[in-house]
């Protein structure tokens, strides 16, 4: 019996889907293509200028396309997550990660420098008000 072929994210993400939602974020999809550096399949870059875009199946699971922008010279990007069917954002997505992320910092923050050092300065800036 033949196996079902997986795809990275859990679905296919076809070069017609990316283009559509290049088009409809960016207004172009002019240099859309395969993403040489990785070998997945459903991964896709291009360039605007010094914009650097990628377009991708959301590997945490969530089901989404996932678009980064950043500039070449910045050290910031720019994500966002798309329901796969409509190409709308999806923000539920986006506010999940945006949580855990902050979480995380919070998580590392307390671990640096202990509890105690938290409550310290979390007091010190609450008592200024």
């Known amino acids: 019996m033949a196996r079902k072929k997986t795809y990275p994210g859990g679905f296919r ?3 017609a889907t ?6 409809q974020e960016f207004g172009t999809a002019k240099g859309l293509e395969p993403d040489r550096g990785t070998c997945l ?4 870059t ?3 200028g010094n914009m650097g875009i990628s377009i991708s199946p959301d590997l945490g699971m969530s089901g989404c396309i996932v678009v980064r922008a950043g500039l070449c010279t910045a050290s910031h990007t720019c994500i966002g997550y798309f329901n796969r069917e409509t190409l709308e954002p999806d ?3 986006m506010d999940k990660y945006e949580r855990r992320e902050k979480r995380e910092a919070l998580e590392a ?3 640096d420098i202990g509890p105690d050092a938290c409550h310290k300065r979390i ?6 008000r």
């Open 109 to 111: 923050w307390v671990g």
């Open 123 to 128: 007091d010190e800036v609450w008592n200024r």
């Open 18 to 23: 990316a283009r559509a939602l290049v088009v």
């Open 91 to 93: 923000f539920d997505v």
């Open 13 to 15: 993400l076809t070069l």
């Open 41 to 44: 399949e459903g991964f896709f």
């Open 46 to 48: 291009m360039r605007m």
